[in-house]
Nanobody, 124 residues
Framework: QVQLVESGGGLVQAGGSLRLSCAAS????????MGWFRQAPGKEREFVAA????????WYADSVRGRFTISRDSAKNTVYLQMNSLKPEDTAVYYC?????????????????WGQGTQVTVSS
C-alpha cells in the first residue's frame, strides 16, 4: 500500500503561481512513477504531468507544458507540481497518483494509488 497526501492548493489570481506537494508513505516510493491529475466540476479527471522513478523523465499535458513543472525528492518521499502563469481554466481539484506501470501514463486506470486531492482556484 502507498498513502498519498496532497497539500499546497489555494486561491490565486490569474498569472500567479502555486506549488503542490504530495507526500508518500508505505511501500517504496522510488518504485513508482508519480503523476498529477486534475478534475474540474462536471468534467472528467484529466492527466497533468508524470515523472519517472529517477526523475530523469517527465511528461506533460499540452495544456500545461511550459507552465507547470513536476519534480520529485526521493529522500523526502515527495513529488511536487510547480504551477506558474496560472489561468482560470486551471481551476480544479488536483490529485497525486502512483503507478507501477510504465506505459499509458495519461490514463486514470494506469495508477494504483490516489491521494484525496487539493483544490486549486484561479480567479480572473
Amino acid at each position: 500500500q502507498v498513502q498519498l497526501v496532497e497539500s499546497g492548493g489555494g486561491l490565486v489570481q490569474a498569472g500567479g503561481s502555486l506549488r503542490l506537494s504530495c507526500a508518500a508513505s508505505g511501500r517504496t516510493f522510488s518504485s513508482y512513477i508519480m503523476g498529477w491529475f486534475r478534475q474540474a466540476p462536471g468534467k472528467e479527471r484529466e492527466f497533468v504531468a508524470a515523472i519517472s522513478w529517477s526523475g530523469g523523465n517527465t511528461w506533460y499535458a499540452d495544456s500545461v507544458r511550459g507552465r507547470f513543472t513536476i519534480s520529485r525528492d526521493s529522500a523526502k518521499n515527495t513529488v511536487y507540481l510547480q504551477m506558474n502563469s496560472l489561468k482560470p481554466e486551471d481551476t480544479a481539484v488536483y490529485y497525486c497518483a502512483a503507478s507501477s506501470q510504465t506505459m499509458n501514463l495519461a490514463l486514470v486506470g494506469t495508477y494504483d494509488y490516489w491521494g484525496q486531492g487539493t483544490q486549486v482556484t484561479v480567479s480572473s
